[in-house]
């Protein structure tokens, strides 16, 4: 770190979910490993979904410098509207009498996403030729996430551009290009799924297995679900590996250390 924060507190502001406890995880998880380092004085989580909420957390640190960092994929509506609104936050950084509160960029516009997709990757699918394999990288969709994906869309391009993958695709939950189509927009025999989500929420272990035709219905939470641990899934005349979204890698600690550094009035 550049900066001396051991007088400075950190947030991690998450969505999470009233139910699914494995959507707060990673945001919990990464939390205690930078508070296992010992750079902050102190370093709090809030959620949208669930306790403590946006609107507490401000109150749960003392130290009057607070670095808050959005855990969340893209910019979009709740990075740019929600949590300033609900820690009411003026701007870049919000003076509160002897209290500066900086709001740092969401973590997945951090470069290093590029980096740890390919890692999802290559560890879901061990031994397997990416000159044989087709990589989708996963968004949500929809008028109501255009910023997922767009950024869906520019990991694509930058993954394409190390020609390391036969070729690399983004496909949607609802919208075109549809990943339930995954077998009509491949053309290799080996195909790998990277959900491009924070959590493995209702999305990467239920709805997304769902389309892609590994599991028929809807099945336990992530930390009960068979669905990441079952690969490699033959079908549709391929060999599918399926990986846990992005979010859950421990590397995502590091990216909110980044973004807090490169913070700058």
Same mark, same amino acid.
């Given at each position: 770190?550049?900066?001396?924060?051991?007088?400075?507190? *950190?947030?991690?502001?998450?969505?999470?979910?009233?139910?699914?406890?494995?959507?707060?995880?990673?945001? *919990?998880?990464?939390?205690?490993?930078?508070?296992?380092? /010992?750079?902050?004085?102190?370093?709090?989580?809030?959620?949208?979904?669930?306790?403590?909420?946006? &609107?507490?957390?401000?109150?749960?640190?003392?130290?009057?410098?607070? $670095?808050?960092?959005?855990?969340? %994929?893209?910019?979009?509506?709740?990075?740019?509207?929600?949590?300033?609104?609900?820690?009411?936050?003026?701007?870049?950084?919000?003076? %509160?009498?002897? &209290?500066?509160?900086? $709001?740092?960029?969401?973590?997945?516009?951090?470069?290093?996403?590029? =980096?740890? *997709?390919?890692?999802?990757?290559?560890?879901?699918?061990? #031994?397997?030729?990416?000159?044989?394999?087709?990589?989708?990288?996963?968004?949500? #969709?929809?008028?109501?996430?255009?910023?997922?994906?767009?950024?869906?869309?520019?990991?694509?391009?930058?993954?394409? /551009?190390?020609?390391? $993958?036969?070729?690399?695709?983004?496909? @949607?939950?609802?919208?075109?290009?549809?990943?339930?189509?995954?077998?009509?927009?491949?053309?290799?025999?080996?195909? %790998?799924? !990277?959900?491009?989500?924070?959590?493995?929420?209702?999305?990467? $272990?239920?709805?997304?297995? !769902?389309?892609?035709?590994?599991?028929?219905? %809807? /099945?336990?939470?992530?930390?009960?679900?068979?669905?990441?641990?079952?690969?490699? @899934?033959? *079908? &549709? =005349?391929?060999?599918?590996? @399926?990986?846990?979204?992005? /979010?859950?890698?421990?590397?995502?600690?590091?990216?909110?250390?980044?973004?807090?550094?490169?913070?700058?009035?």
């Amino acid at each position: 770190m550049k900066k001396n924060l051991s007088q400075s507190a *950190l947030i991690i502001v998450g969505h999470g979910s009233t139910t699914n406890p494995d959507s707060s995880a990673p945001s *919990l998880v990464h939390a205690r490993s930078i508070r296992e380092r /010992g750079i902050f004085a102190e370093v709090a989580v809030c959620f949208w979904k669930e306790e403590p909420t946006f &609107r507490e957390v401000l109150r749960t640190v003392d130290s009057d410098e607070v $670095y808050v960092v959005p855990n969340f %994929i893209s910019e979009g509506y709740f990075t740019q509207t929600v949590i300033p609104r609900e820690l009411e936050l003026a701007g870049k950084t919000t003076r %509160i009498g002897n &209290r500066a509160i900086h $709001y740092c960029e969401p973590a997945g516009n951090h470069e290093a996403m590029t =980096g740890l *997709l390919m890692k999802q990757a290559r560890m879901v699918a061990p #031994g397997v030729s990416p000159k044989e394999t087709s990589l989708f990288i996963v968004g949500h #969709g929809t008028g109501l996430n255009e910023n997922s994906a767009v950024a869906a869309k520019l990991q694509v391009k930058k993954i394409s /551009g190390t020609s390391e $993958y036969a070729e690399v695709l983004s496909a @949607y939950m609802e919208e075109a290009p549809l990943i339930s189509e995954w077998d009509k927009l491949a053309s290799q025999p080996n195909v %790998i799924v !990277v959900p491009f989500f924070i959590s493995d929420g209702l999305h990467s $272990y239920q709805d997304i297995p !769902v389309l892609l035709g590994i599991a028929e219905d %809807i /099945g336990p939470a992530a930390s009960q679900s068979q669905v990441f641990r079952n690969n490699p @899934y033959h *079908l &549709r =005349g391929r060999q599918l590996f @399926y990986s846990g979204a992005i /979010g859950t890698d421990p590397g995502f600690a590091d990216v909110i250390l980044d973004q807090v550094d490169a913070f700058s009035e």
